[in-house]
Protein backbone atom coordinates (compact mmCIF):
# COMPACT_ATOMS: atom_id res chain seq x y z
CA UNK A 1 0.00 0.00 0.00
CA UNK A 2 0.88 3.63 -0.75
CA UNK A 3 -0.17 6.49 1.41
CA UNK A 4 -0.22 10.39 -0.35
CA UNK A 5 -1.36 13.06 1.58
CA UNK A 6 -1.62 16.76 -0.78
CA UNK A 7 -1.10 20.33 1.14
CA UNK A 8 -0.04 23.50 -0.19
CA UNK A 9 -3.51 24.43 -1.95
CA UNK A 10 -4.73 27.72 -1.10
CA UNK A 11 -6.51 30.88 -2.75
CA UNK A 12 -4.09 33.32 -4.99
CA UNK A 13 -4.52 35.89 -7.59
CA UNK A 14 -4.52 35.41 -11.17
CA UNK A 15 -0.60 35.59 -11.92
CA UNK A 16 0.41 34.45 -8.84
CA UNK A 17 2.01 30.96 -7.22
CA UNK A 18 1.55 27.76 -5.30
CA UNK A 19 4.09 25.21 -4.50
CA UNK A 20 1.79 21.78 -4.02
CA UNK A 21 3.36 19.11 -2.13
CA UNK A 22 2.41 15.37 -1.75
CA UNK A 23 4.13 13.39 0.97
CA UNK A 24 4.71 9.48 0.02
CA UNK A 25 4.68 6.40 3.23
CA UNK A 26 4.35 2.99 3.03
CA UNK A 27 5.56 0.62 -0.10
CA UNK A 28 7.21 3.91 -1.23
CA UNK A 29 9.84 2.16 -3.53
CA UNK A 30 6.51 0.27 -5.56
CA UNK A 31 5.93 3.36 -7.58
CA UNK A 32 7.69 4.33 -11.15
CA UNK A 33 5.54 7.16 -11.79
CA UNK A 34 4.09 10.18 -10.02
CA UNK A 35 1.90 12.54 -11.21
CA UNK A 36 -0.49 15.13 -10.29
CA UNK A 37 -4.03 15.55 -11.58
CA UNK A 38 -7.17 18.10 -10.64
CA UNK A 39 -10.43 18.21 -11.22
CA UNK A 40 -12.86 21.66 -11.00
CA UNK A 41 -16.41 21.56 -10.31
CA UNK A 42 -18.70 20.10 -12.92
CA UNK A 43 -15.83 19.23 -15.11
CA UNK A 44 -13.86 15.26 -15.47
CA UNK A 45 -10.99 15.09 -13.66
CA UNK A 46 -7.32 16.20 -16.05
CA UNK A 47 -4.15 14.90 -15.90
CA UNK A 48 -1.76 17.98 -15.43
CA UNK A 49 1.84 16.84 -15.11
CA UNK A 50 3.95 12.89 -14.39
CA UNK A 51 7.09 12.17 -13.42
CA UNK A 52 9.42 8.53 -13.94
CA UNK A 53 11.06 8.01 -10.35
CA UNK A 54 13.97 6.58 -11.03
CA UNK A 55 14.92 8.56 -14.36
CA UNK A 56 13.19 12.01 -13.79
CA UNK A 57 11.53 12.19 -17.43
CA UNK A 58 8.65 14.22 -16.87
CA UNK A 59 5.60 15.19 -19.03
CA UNK A 60 2.89 18.25 -19.12
CA UNK A 61 -0.88 18.75 -20.46
CA UNK A 62 -0.38 21.71 -22.54
CA UNK A 63 -2.66 24.07 -20.45
CA UNK A 64 0.01 24.09 -18.13
CA UNK A 65 3.30 23.36 -20.13
CA UNK A 66 6.12 26.44 -19.37
CA UNK A 67 3.97 27.26 -15.83
CA UNK A 68 4.23 24.31 -14.10
CA UNK A 69 6.99 21.88 -13.06
CA UNK A 70 6.67 18.59 -11.19
CA UNK A 71 9.92 17.74 -9.40
CA UNK A 72 10.52 15.04 -6.65
CA UNK A 73 12.65 15.28 -2.86
CA UNK A 74 15.94 13.19 -3.50
CA UNK A 75 14.88 10.60 -1.33
CA UNK A 76 11.58 10.46 -3.10
CA UNK A 77 9.09 10.64 -0.10
CA UNK A 78 7.62 14.44 -1.31
CA UNK A 79 6.47 15.24 -5.07
CA UNK A 80 5.99 18.78 -5.65
CA UNK A 81 4.26 20.97 -8.39
CA UNK A 82 5.09 24.38 -8.43
CA UNK A 83 2.85 26.34 -10.27
CA UNK A 84 3.42 29.81 -11.63
CA UNK A 85 0.87 32.24 -13.31
CA UNK A 86 -1.78 31.37 -12.28
CA UNK A 87 -4.77 31.47 -13.99
CA UNK A 88 -8.70 31.20 -13.02
CA UNK A 89 -9.06 28.49 -14.98
CA UNK A 90 -6.32 26.29 -12.96
CA UNK A 91 -8.75 26.54 -9.91
CA UNK A 92 -10.17 22.90 -8.76
CA UNK A 93 -8.84 20.18 -6.61
CA UNK A 94 -5.57 18.64 -7.40
CA UNK A 95 -5.26 15.01 -6.88
CA UNK A 96 -1.28 13.49 -6.43
CA UNK A 97 -1.44 10.15 -8.18
CA UNK A 98 0.97 6.76 -7.74
CA UNK A 99 1.69 4.24 -10.06
CA UNK A 100 3.04 0.72 -9.56
CA UNK A 101 2.26 -1.55 -12.69
CA UNK A 102 2.34 -1.29 -16.34
CA UNK A 103 3.99 0.34 -19.01
CA UNK A 104 4.46 3.99 -19.56
CA UNK A 105 4.03 7.61 -16.94
CA UNK A 106 1.91 9.97 -18.88
CA UNK A 107 -1.75 11.34 -17.80
CA UNK A 108 -3.72 8.97 -19.73
CA UNK A 109 -1.95 6.03 -17.89
CA UNK A 110 -3.74 4.26 -15.24
CA UNK A 111 -2.78 5.34 -11.69
CA UNK A 112 -3.44 2.71 -8.77
CA UNK A 113 -3.06 5.10 -5.63
CA UNK A 114 -4.40 8.50 -5.04
CA UNK A 115 -4.10 10.97 -2.87
CA UNK A 116 -7.37 13.09 -0.68
CA UNK A 117 -6.44 16.13 -2.52
CA UNK A 118 -6.30 20.17 -2.11
CA UNK A 119 -7.97 22.77 -3.08
CA UNK A 120 -7.07 25.63 -5.38
CA UNK A 121 -8.76 28.97 -5.68
CA UNK A 122 -7.38 31.01 -8.22
CA UNK A 123 -9.36 34.63 -8.19
CA UNK A 124 -9.35 37.20 -11.50
Known amino acids: QVQLVESGGGSVQAGGSLRLSCAAS????????MGWFRQAPGREREGVATIYRYGGSTYYADSVKGRFTISQDNGKKTLYLQMNSLKPEDSGSYYCAARVAGVGCFVNSQFNYWGQGTQVTVSS
Open 26 to 33: GSIDRPYC
